[in-house]
């Protein structure tokens, strides 16, 4: 044996971790293997470095919210997906789960995101185009046709209809004669990021707020095992902010959630134990790692320091990833898969529990199935053959790493300190601080693309754009306008009319909107009507420049 | 052929449909501003009529619109349709989107001279605006 190997670096262990962190952890719950090694039999101890820092499944959480991460399990693998009509998305859901993904991720055409059923007038031209449609309660069962809603989880792309969508879920639990207790999955719920950046909000901000918060107190009482928000900075990032602004505007959001929580009387601690995050995983690797690991610091920070929440597991930052949309290019669109594995490869190594990587035509289109396969694979050659799952937060002691990670930490809260010297997010937000703030950086980011100096690779002036691989057949949006009109004549006008009239009575009332959106979606009440409906008495928020 | 105008060219800039995306719109906004050119801004969500009626109030020599949720064809056609309707086809129409190649066949044919995909640089629409636009000024360098 060459002596300058040495005997095992026993004196360099987190012994301490070991022996009362994940020795008990792993008790609880088997990990993957018995034992994890390299190609040349090397043994792979689950951490490396020394005690001197909190380790993995150790508040702030900074090297991983679990002690043994994915040696126990791999994260979720959820592509979002969602186009055309109910049943079409429904074969592409079946499609995916087929090939080994483990979770699903519906998403909703902008009329359902914003309100409009697929007949109306603000509807035409964007049916099923950006995502599914979904009026009724049974396109909705069309959806999820032969999807076990208890051991599969669903998660939903909606925010200003979160309420109407979630009402739809746990009706359809009901009409499966599903305990709805069972249901698993995500909403999003998270109505401040689309009027800082995404642009679906319906109505003013305060009751936006409070129909968000009405989702999350009925789910902590009625779904155990749903995540009621998911606060998401991903919109943020591809509206053009830096990665420290990310961090910051989302954890600010957060911030406000709380806080509107805690101003309805809801228990923080549950409440901190049912939020997810959504963050975006971009182009600048080591940045992208250490962001997670700040964001997870500073988020249970605040939540010990802001808001005393007491119970450790509440302050942890729990987050699905999805690679960077705007990274893509649409010329030589097969590099995109190289960018998309990288940026993957960046989420995983800094923690996810659930991960959304593109397909490499999404920068021309939706994405077509060969595509799609190919970004599924792609997490899964990550999961199965890299080996970077072997050991947790294997980056973690680096000093590069650790060094980025405190100095994003530190600008990150450093903005937020500034946001709350504005009078909070919500101010913020209104006086249009953070769009500018966005909208600064993503000049810069152009300026930047324009005079070369971060071009992208394979991209020239006028060079050749491929023909969109994925089109959407315009006479689904007339088939569902003539399937509507049916779907109205057929139901029991009478009872429809009495459950919506309920609705309008629980939103004049103050009320949580959830028990009589659940009664309204099962008299076939559209979700057009419930906005509309809901607009009525909270007023509709007008988009300006 | 127009009369060729003078002064700061005057443009509108919309965003057609339901679509939440303006991070390329408000680039396009900037730039064009920081040109030297007068921009009003509809923001999101902005019907055709509502796009037509503020560019002929505002006496705009182009609209610019943008989609990225595939509903390019129907709102910026419908565009075209109630513009010409007003009698105003004089005004220079451009657009932005994820727009697949025949459907850009389409719309230059309805109109739209000028498509940029996402990635263009900002310094090809203005140049693009001037050359149109301000043909004798943009030869000697002029804003």
Redesign the interface.
């Known amino acids: 044996m060459d002596p300058s190997i040495g005997p095992p670096r026993a004196g360099r262990r987190p012994e301490r971790w070991l022996r009362s962190v994940h020795a008990p952890a792993r008790e609880r719950h088997a990990e993957r293997q018995d034992r994890f090694e390299t190609t040349s039999g090397i043994p792979l101890e689950p951490l490396y470095g020394e005690d001197a820092a909190p380790g993995p499944g150790e508040f702030p959480f900074t090297r991983g919210i679990h002690p043994s991460m994915y040696r126990s399990r791999i994260w979720t693998m959820r592509q979002y997906a969602g186009y055309s009509s109910p049943a079409e998305t429904n074969l592409r859901f079946r499609f995916l789960l087929a090939k080994g993904q483990t979770g699903l991720s519906v998403a909703f055409d902008l009329p359902t995101q914003i309100g409009y059923d697929s007949d109306a007038p603000e509807a035409r031209g964007e049916v099923g185009r950006v995502g599914v449609p979904i009026s009724t309660l049974d396109d909705l069962d069309h959806l999820l046709e032969g999807i076990p809603l208890d051991r599969v989880s669903i998660s939903m792309t909606i925010n200003a209809t979160a309420a109407v969508l979630l009402a739809m879920l746990v009706a359809l639990a009901r009409r499966r004669g599903i305990d709805p207790r069972e249901l698993r999955g995500t909403v999003q719920n998270d109505i401040l990021k689309e009027f800082i950046a995404r642009g679906t909000q319906r109505f003013p901000v305060a009751p936006s707020l409070g129909l968000s918060v009405d989702a999350i107190e009925y789910a902590l009482r009625e779904l155990p095992s749903f995540y009621p928000i998911s606060i998401s900075g991903y919109h943020i990032r591809e509206a053009g902010s830096t990665a420290v602004e990310e961090v910051a505007f989302t954890l600010a959001d957060g911030i406000a959630v709380l806080e509107a929580c805690r101003a309805r009387g809801l228990p923080l601690e549950k409440v901190g134990r049912r939020a997810s995050f959504f963050f975006n995983a971009h182009n600048h690797f080591f940045e992208e790692v250490a962001k997670f690991r700040a964001a997870r610091r500073l988020w249970a920070t605040i939540c010990r320091e802001r808001f005393a929440i007491a119970d450790l597991e509440a302050c942890q930052l729990r987050f699905h990833a999805q690679t960077g949309g705007s990274t893509l290019t649409a010329q030589e669109p097969a590099n995109n898969v190289v960018r998309v594995t990288i940026q993957a490869l960046a989420a995983v190594l800094g923690g996810a529990q659930s991960l959304h990587t593109n397909s490499a035509d999404e920068a021309l289109s939706l994405p077509s199935e060969a595509a799609a396969q190919v970004a599924l694979r792609t997490q899964q050659v990550i999961a199965r053959e890299s080996g970077v799952t072997d050991v947790v937060d294997p980056l973690g002691g680096s000093p590069f790493v650790e060094e980025l990670t405190d100095e994003i930490e530190a600008r990150a809260r450093a903005l937020i300190a500034e946001i709350d010297g504005r009078g909070g997010t919500v101010a913020a937000i209104e006086s249009g601080f953070i769009r500018r703030r966005i909208e600064t950086s993503a000049y810069r980011t152009q300026v930047a693309i324009d005079s070369g100096e971060a071009a992208p690779v394979g991209v020239t002036a006028g060079g050749e754009i491929p023909e969109s691989p994925f089109r959407i057949d315009p006479a689904v949006e007339t088939g569902r306008r003539a399937a509507l009109a049916e779907f109205r004549r057929a139901r029991d006008a009478k009872a429809s009319a009495a459950a919506l009239a309920e609705v309008t009575r629980a939103a004049r009332a103050g009320e949580n909107a959830l028990p009589s959106l659940i009664g309204a979606v099962e008299a076939d009440v559209t979700l057009g009507e419930l906005a509309a409906a809901l607009a009525a008495v909270h007023g509709e928020h007008r988009p300006d420049a | 052929m127009p009369e060729q105008k003078s002064g700061p060219i005057r443009v509108l800039l919309a965003k057609p449909?339901?679509?939440?995306?303006?991070?390329g719109i408000?680039?396009v906004l900037?730039a064009l501003r920081d040109a030297g050119m007068e921009v009003i801004?509809?923001?999101?969500?902005a019907t055709p009529e509502a796009i037509v009626k503020a560019a002929l109030a505002e006496d705009v020599e182009a609209i610019g619109l943008s989609s990225l949720?595939?509903?390019h064809?129907?709102?910026f056609r419908r565009v075209g349709e109630l513009l010409a309707a007003a009698g105003a086809s004089d005004i220079l129409l451009f657009g932005g989107g994820?727009i697949?190649?025949?459907d850009a066949d389409e719309l230059r044919e309805a109109g739209y001279a000028l498509l940029y995909?996402?990635?263009t640089?900002?310094?090809?629409i203005v140049g693009d605006l001037r050359s149109r636009l301000r043909p004798a000024a943009a030869e000697e360098g002029k804003p």
Not at chain 2, 121 to 124: C, E, F, K, T
């Open positions: 449909g339901l679509d939440g995306h303006d991070r408000r680039l900037r801004y509809t923001g999101l969500r949720s595939g509903a064809r129907e709102h994820i697949p190649k025949s995909p996402p990635g640089p900002l310094d090809a």
